[in-house]
């Protein structure tokens, strides 16, 4: 079974440019999310799909970040400006949708963002 | 708020020895709890869940105890092996199913 596939893997911009990093979630996984991890913290949610349905977002700084999942299937998020603040790996994560137990999240390898 | 602490920003163990990471919750209504491991430059990956139902879940080398009324949880790794070394987060979720995680212990295992 394929991963989570993440692009790019290392991004460095200057603030106030844009950057956007791409996901393709495992096959069959509806649920699909993005998480912002800065150094020495766990992940922050940022968005949650299903299929093409947002869930959650609300810890999206809507104001820079946007995030889109076409078809329901693979997800682009874009921060436009992007500040200094922003520099942290970008985590993508899908899972199935469960009726009962434990939701286990597959992760991407990340997309380390830095900005300058 | 935090509602998952992780207490212990790191850990050094002996190889061969027992590894002992702790978590600790506030939110009564969790009713999973999940360990994921995270090598550099790599996503977490999952390593371990508990039902609040149960206070132990053993997967080989790893086992979970969850003790309720403390709002506590731990992962204990036997024996410990050099490519334990990681990242370990603890993360918990209520009916909702959005996980909240913990900040993570770096895991050193010295040979």
């Known amino acids: 079974e394929a991963g989570v596939a993440q692009s790019p893997r290392y991004k460095i911009i200057e603030k106030r440019q844009s950057v956007a990093f791409w996901c393709n979630p495992i096959?069959?996984?509806?649920?699909l999310y993005w998480y912002q991890q800065i150094l020495g913290q766990g992940p922050k949610l940022l968005i949650q799909?299903?299929?093409?349905?947002?869930?959650?977002d609300s810890q999206l700084p809507k104001d820079r970040f946007s995030a889109e999942r076409l078809k329901g299937v693979d997800s682009t998020l874009k921060i436009q400006p992007a500040k200094l603040e922003d520099s942290a790996v970008y985590l993508c994560?899908?899972?199935?949708?469960?009726?009962?137990?434990?939701?286990?999240?597959?992760f991407g390898a990340g997309s380390r963002l830095t900005v300058l | 708020d935090q509602q998952v602490k992780q207490n212990s920003p790191s850990l050094s163990v002996q190889e061969g020895r027992i590894s002992i990471l702790n978590c600790d919750y506030t939110?009564?209504?969790?009713?999973?709890f999940l360990w994921y491991k995270k090598y550099p430059a790599e996503g977490p990956t999952f390593l371990i869940s508990?039902?609040?139902i149960k206070d132990k879940n053993e997967d080989g080398r790893f086992t979970v105890f969850l003790n309720k009324s403390a709002k506590h949880l731990s992962l204990h790794i036997v024996p410990s092996q050099p490519g334990d070394s990681a990242v370990y987060f603890c993360?918990?979720?209520?009916?909702?199913?959005?996980?909240?995680w913990g900040a993570g212990t770096k895991l050193i295992i010295k040979p």
């Open positions: 994560a899908s899972s199935l949708v469960r009726s009962s137990g434990a939701n286990v999240l597959t």
């Open positions: 096959s069959g996984h509806a649920t």
């Open positions: 799909f299903q299929n093409n349905g947002v869930v959650d």
């Open positions: 939110n009564s209504m969790f009713d999973y």
């Open positions: 508990i039902s609040s």
């Open positions: 993360a918990a979720s209520a009916s909702n199913y959005q996980l909240i």
